[in-house]
Nanobody
Framework: QLPLVASGGGLVQPGASLTLSCATS????????VGWFRQAPGKEREGISC????????DYADSVKGRFTISRDNAKNMAWLQMNSLKPEDTADYYC???????????????WGQGTQVTVSS
């Protein structure tokens, strides 16, 4: 399957906000659950937020709950991750992927596309 492409990262100060975008071509995103993942230097990739195909069910890792919001627009074939109150520990490469489970962002599948780097530093 074609990878999903994440974009919108950057260098921000602690407390700032960023919105990441996830796009794809050649795939009808409306048929899939979508998840956001991140990988910090020296750490394993972790699922941080996932959303049902309809958008009606979402899940968040404890580390981002209350600060990040996942959304999607199937008509636009896109998903987003709104990140507020960013912390230095949010620094990582962020990826979006198809997943088979919303709760716990289980079982990502398909190839990992190019991620987008988020750096939170003063």
């Amino acid at each position: 399957q074609l990878p999903l492409v994440a974009s919108g990262g950057g260098l921000v100060q602690p407390g700032a906000s960023l919105t990441l975008s996830c796009a794809t071509s050649g795939l009808a995103l409306k048929d899939y659950y979508v998840g956001w993942f991140r990988q910090a230097p020296g750490k394993e990739r972790e699922g941080i937020s996932c959303i049902h195909a309809s958008g009606s069910i979402t899940d968040y890792a404890d580390s981002v709950k209350g600060r990040f919001t996942i959304s999607r627009d199937n008509a636009k074939n896109m998903a987003w991750l709104q990140m507020n109150s960013l912390k230095p520990e949010d620094t990582a490469d962020y990826y979006c992927s198809l997943v088979t489970q919303v709760v716990g962002c289980g079982s990502p599948f398909g190839s990992w596309g190019q991620g987008t780097q988020v750096t939170v530093s003063s």
